[in-house]
């Protein structure tokens, strides 16, 4: 059951995640399959032995990753075990909401402007917006309604939205287009070109290269930067504005591709640079003067070299294409890939079949295994009582030609029994003197008898006593005689129900 929960809890995860991406990179998969498929011919799932409930369980492989709970459990006692499991189980469904950080104010559509032309519904990685029937007599067919509740504040609307139709109250399209052109009124001129970047602030470390006096890159002074949430919210017309405004060059940097932190910003930026994805970028802007950086904060030196590149290729008039290369692997780092992901395959190889000692193998086991229900507390025998009260019934009709059968007494019998109480005796050693209540809401049920106990192998004297009724120190069932064990074997006692004494199983 536990892969079909698993299974289950997935798709209700999947289905709640609008645009989901489940398949891993295409070489990682590859390379996934082949280290399991390696792992099958030479290590095969193996089922253990038959069960064999008169043999002691001593040494067997367990797969760690499912099973690991059953060694622990061993280790700890029933309670403890119960109070570990509720606070694991707790604690992991309370963190997600212990981490939960304060959620930026969500957008806000502009109905007024807006022309209902679905572009920010295409591109909402969150399904946070929803298309409506035009409320406002506009001659328009639909209207576009943020889900608030839904919304990430990513901003990648507001790089969809070639109306201005979209308000983002932490940083709307109107502080953007001032800081673009605060930023380059801001440059004092110099040698090297004047370049503004647009930073998405999950794919750099801003503190690491920007001055924050000035919001230039740190020993770059003619290199200003401004930053938004996520790349997806740019839109191309600011690379049109930075570059009127006085930019020689406008750089722009998001998450590396598959990695960004709302999901699709960047490839979505990416399709509108390259025509592919409204709203796109004119053909008459010249490429060479923007260049885009797809890349993680761990890389952030790497983008100061990269703009010092870029500078340089700009004074020298160069030609280059402005989109990243498509990322080739070198021989050297797939081999690398493959090492660091043989290390989880070689703890799969081990863990999944390791052998634990749950018994030493030349123990043996004597197992007391008894169900059996106690005497009632009050006496009360309903089947007596129900034809006592039957006779009457009929008396009555017969006398009368009418009667109503009372069966109030029935119902007043008390149906709770009395615990069961054992005492074991192997050779001259006690070794149990236990109560067991008996079972039900209203202890009405049988009492179960579960008992372990560890023997050295050879011949063993035992004395079993059970009390099943009130407590006058007497016992109602006692076995006494010997067992001969040998190592490995489990030696079960019961109790038969019909001709009420203990057995040897
Ligand atoms: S992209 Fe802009 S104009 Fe189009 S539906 Fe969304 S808010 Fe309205
Ligand atoms: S800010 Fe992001 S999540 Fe919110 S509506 Fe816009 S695109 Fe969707």
Redesign the pocket.
């Known amino acids: 059951m536990v892969p079909v929960l698993l299974f289950i809890a997935l798709w209700i995860h999947v289905v709640r995640i609008s645009k989901p991406v489940i398949n891993p990179p295409k070489l990682i998969a590859i390379i996934i399959v082949c280290i399991i498929m390696v792992l099958a011919v030479i290590k095969p799932a193996a089922s253990l032995q038959p069960a064999n409930t008169n043999k002691l369980i001593s040494i067997i492989g367990l797969d760690w990753f499912y099973l690991f709970i059953y060694p622990v459990l061993k280790g700890m006692p029933a309670w403890l075990s119960w109070v570990m499991m509720s606070a694991v189980t707790i604690t992991v469904t309370i963190v997600p909401w212990l981490i939960r950080s304060k959620k930026p104010a969500p957008a806000e ?1 502009i109905k007024d402007e ?8 295409e591109d909402c990685p969150y399904e946070a917006i929803h298309m409506m029937p035009r409320t406002d007599g506009k001659p328009y067919d639909m209207e ?1 309604f943020v889900i608030s509740k839904r919304c990430a504040s990513c901003g990648i ?1 507001v790089g ?2 070639s ?1 201005n ?2 308000n983002f109250p932490d940083k709307t399209e109107k502080n953007i287009i001032e800081e673009i052109k605060n930023a380059m009124a801001g440059i004092k001129g110099g040698k090297e070109p004047d370049i503004l970047g647009i930073v998405c602030s999950y794919s750099t470390d801003l503190c690491e290269i920007i001055d924050p006096a000035t919001s230039a890159v740190k020993g770059m002074p003619n290199v200003k930067i401004i930053t938004v949430p996520c790349a997806g919210m740019i839109q191309p017309s600011w690379i049109e504005l930075s570059l009127n405004s006085g930019a020689n060059g406008v750089f722009i940097c998001g998450c590396q591709m598959s990695d960004c932190h709302y999901r699709l910003g960047n490839k979505w930026l990416e399709d509108r640079l390259i025509g592919e994805r409204l709203p796109i970028l004119r053909q008459n802007i010249d490429r060479s003067l923007i260049r885009i950086y797809w890349q993680s904060a761990l890389r952030t030196k790497d983008l100061l070299a990269e703009i010092k590149i870029f500078q340089e290729d700009i004074k020298n008039k160069k030609q280059k294409d402005y989109l990243p290369e498509k990322t080739r692997i070198k021989k050297g780092r797939l081999a690398l890939a493959s090492i660091t992901m043989s290390i989880p395959a070689a703890l799969v190889f081990y863990f999944s079949n390791a052998n634990y000692m749950f018994s030493n193998p030349n123990d043996s086991l004597l197992k007391l295994g008894i169900k059996h229900a106690g005497k009632r507390v009050v006496e009360c025998d309903e089947f007596k009582l129900l034809a006592e009260e039957a006779k009457k019934y009929s008396e009555e009709l017969k006398q009368t030609g009418m009667a109503q059968m009372d069966v109030t007494r029935l119902g007043n019998c008390s149906r709770e029994r009395h615990p069961v109480y054992m005492e074991m005796y192997i050779g001259n050693e006690k070794r149990l003197t236990k109560s067991y209540k008996s079972s039900g809401w209203k202890r009405d049920g049988s009492s179960f008898v579960y008992e372990k106990f560890l023997l050295k192998p050879g011949r063993h004297s035992l004395l079993i006593k059970m009390r099943d009724g009130e407590n006058d120190n007497s016992f109602n069932y006692t076995f006494e005689g010997s067992i001969e064990t040998r190592a490995g074997q489990t030696i079960t006692i019961d109790f038969d129900e019909h001709e009420k004494r203990f057995f040897i199983k």
């Open positions: 559509i807006c022309t209902g032309c679905s572009q920010c519904f576009a609307c969809s939205c109306f139709a979209v």
